[in-house]
């Protein structure tokens, strides 16, 4: 490597740098001399001998060429601060952008000498990089994958869930004296006995009832129920029943209200086990709103106080739900003979271990 003395066309700007006393120039000059003189260095050690001598490839004009503009931005930037003007930055940044520049330009000339080391150190290393990366993984996994039993939400699925009325039912209808509505989505501008659906989550029915129900058909009840066979609840191993509910276009001075039932399907649709809570309005000493209210029950008692029957086959588990229905009968709609219930976020939650 020459020293920058040497150098004839260095000599002449370090020269008038010194008599300008402008050490900004002198080190422009320095950076130059120095890209130069590596360059030279380079092309000496790799020159074969002249009768194999190749051209000039198109890459190695493009790098010499970028190299040459980053070395002169780089000049620029340190004496006009074109970069700080062009993206707005304080011009305490001109040196550190300057220095970044000259990096950059070495390492062009140097065909990105440090970028294939790093390459090829990467390339050794694939093997063992994978194997830590697939631990990793696993590790990340392992600590984030949820132990246990996981809350089941119930989705509002149309093909599982359906309105139901005591008027569908002979006996009822004729023994009872008066009729409770239900009245469900609509199709073709009349109601049908589905749901109606706000999102996967989020359903409703409206209902209507005469005047003159009949306190001694308690049975004679209508409502909508939803089932989720494929994921039925262990009572054994779950803990809470949690839903949101509100109740919309009442008459005034009602006092809304609902029942809930929740039920063990065996796989012909009887109902092997029933635990039943026919006021929401009693148990917890209000009534329904126009707004969203939290409503939560302990499975405890459906252990405790559900109407058991035999199981019709061998593979029903009497403690296992799978089914949930909310209805009204004449407790319910005693005070309020009209208006919509919204049934919102179905959620059945285990047992939380310490």
Excluded at 83 to 100: C, E, G, K, Q, Y
Excluded at 132 to 159: E, N, S
Aim: with cysteine; net charge positive.
């Amino acid at each position: 490597m020459q020293p920058l003395g040497a150098l004839p066309s260095h000599n002449a700007i370090c020269l008038y740098a010194n008599v300008k006393g402008d050490i900004r120039l002198v080190t422009l000059a320095q950076i130059c001399a120095l890209l130069y003189s590596t360059r030279m260095t380079q092309d000496k050690a790799s020159v074969p001998p002249a009768e194999t001598v190749p051209k000039r490839d198109a890459w190695t004009l493009f790098s010499n060429g970028l190299a040459v503009i980053l070395a002169i931005l780089a000049g620029v930037n340190h004496f006009v601060r074109i970069i700080a003007l062009l993206l707005h930055i304080p011009d305490s940044t001109v040196p550190v952008v300057s220095a970044a520049l000259v990096i950059a330009a070495v390492l062009v000339v140097r065909r990105f000498f440090v970028f294939r080391w790093v390459y090829r150190l990467a390339a050794h290393a694939s093997p063992i990089l994978i194997l830590i990366l697939l631990a990793m993984t696993a590790l990340i996994y392992a600590t984030l994958r949820p132990h246990g039993p996981q809350p089941i939400i119930v989705k509002f699925d149309p093909t599982k869930g359906k309105l139901f009325s005591s008027w569908n039912d002979p006996y009822l209808a004729r023994i009872s004296r008066a009729r409770i509505w239900v009245l469900g989505a609509q199709s073709n501008g009349e109601n049908t006995s589905n749901w109606e659906l706000a999102d996967d989550y989020t359903a409703a029915f409206a209902f209507q009832a005469d005047m003159n129900l009949d306190p001694k058909r308690p049975q004679a009840v209508s409502g909508a129920y939803m089932t989720f066979y494929d994921t039925p609840v262990d009572t054994q191993r779950y803990r809470e029943f949690r839903f949101k509910a509100k109740m919309v276009d009442t008459e005034p001075g009602a006092l809304p209200d609902v029942g809930v039932r929740l039920c063990v399907d065996s796989l012909n649709g009887q109902e092997s086990a029933v635990y039943e809570l026919t006021s929401l309005r009693k148990r917890y000493n209000f009534p329904l709103k126009p707004d969203w209210q939290s409503f939560t029950l302990d499975l405890n008692e459906f252990l405790s106080h559900a109407r058991y029957s035999a199981a019709p086959d061998a593979s029903t588990n009497r403690h296992t739900i799978n089914k949930v229905v909310f209805f009204l009968g004449f407790e319910n709609v005693s005070k309020c003979v009209k208006g919509k219930l919204w049934i919102q976020d179905i959620t059945f939650q285990p047992h939380v271990t310490k």
